[in-house]
């Protein structure tokens, strides 16, 4: 099925769930030493996972994510602002009131918790604003996949 035109009248922005167990994850994922670069990691081969992380590979089959990244974000870095070839399924892990995530130039904090369906089709990139000065070290950590899916 193509998805072109099924996001049209979908607001680019969706809480999908709210009661998302951050800390399991981050449990999961320490106990693989992920967070010890800032590389992303990719925990997904398309559709199969690379890692054992019984809870997280749960969410990401539920949420019907593929080619599903950790991805890092150091203070004061942001990515190019770019459009994706299909949407995105957010899960802040780690991030603070300096972290954003810019959509057609509306910029929003995702909180840590929940779970995010954004429309990355749109103009889209995301920053940490964190001063180096007070936080160093602090990193933005979310995992990102794709979807074809409305959630």
């Given at each position: ?26 449990e999961e ?15 997904q ?97 979310h995992?990102v ?7």
């Amino acid at each position: 099925m193509s998805y072109s035109n099924l996001y049209e009248d979908r607001n680019p922005y969706t809480v999908i769930d709210d009661e998302v167990n951050v800390e399991r994850i981050i449990e999961e994922l320490t106990n693989h030493s992920f967070f010890n670069s800032e590389e992303h990691v990719h925990l997904q081969t398309r559709y199969e996972p690379n890692h054992d992380l019984k809870y997280t590979n749960t969410l990401l089959k539920k949420y019907k994510m593929y080619s599903t990244r950790m991805m890092c974000l150091t203070p004061t870095r942001c990515y190019s602002y770019h459009v994706d070839s299909s949407p995105r399924v957010h899960i802040p892990l780690i991030t603070n009131e300096m972290c954003f995530f810019i959509l057609e130039k509306q910029m929003f904090n995702l909180p840590v918790g929940k779970s995010y369906w954004i429309d990355t089709r749109k103009g889209h990139t995301a920053l940490n604003g964190s001063n180096p000065r007070r936080q160093p070290d602090f990193k933005r950590w979310h995992l990102v996949g794709m979807t074809d899916e409305i959630l």
